[in-house]
Nanobody, 120 residues
Framework: QVQLVESGGGLVQPGGSLRLSCAAS????????MGWYRQAPGKQRELVAD???????NYADSVKGRFTISRDNAKNTVYLQMNSLKPEDTAVYYC??????????????WGQGTQVTVSS
């Protein structure tokens, strides 16, 4: 089994910054794509950014130029550096990982979520 643990959420003022971390542990042979999703009250969960094992990245239009996703493969950890935060970024942020545990098993895992609140 695989566990994803997020950290780094909190309260920040508009224009501020936060860095989220997500560490994967357990039965891991390799991780293909890792990503960050968010869900605001009353809205559907949406992709914020993701990154492949080769560090190719993809961002939602709403965060391009402000957020940066990165990963440390040796630590099975993905990061989301969030700058110039806006109130619209307020949401619960979830880590996702596409994990291969062995040749027979590959599946998605989700973290428990971490709250990010951007407010004056």
């Amino acid at each position: 089994q695989v566990q994803l643990v997020e950290s780094g959420g909190g309260l920040v003022q508009p224009g501020g910054s936060l860095r989220l971390s997500c560490a994967a542990s357990g039965s891991i042979f390799s991780i293909n794509v890792m990503g960050w999703y968010r869900q605001a009250p009353g809205k559907q969960r949406e992709l914020v950014a993701d990154i492949t094992s080769g560090s190719s990245t993809n961002y939602a239009d709403s965060v391009k130029g402000r957020f940066t996703i990165s990963r440390d493969n040796a630590k099975n950890t993905v990061y989301l550096q969030m700058n110039s935060l806006k109130p619209e970024d307020t949401a619960v942020y979830y880590c996702n990982a596409d994990v291969r545990s062995n040749v027979f098993l590959r599946k998605d895992y989700w973290g428990q979520g971490t709250q990010v609140t951007v407010s004056s």
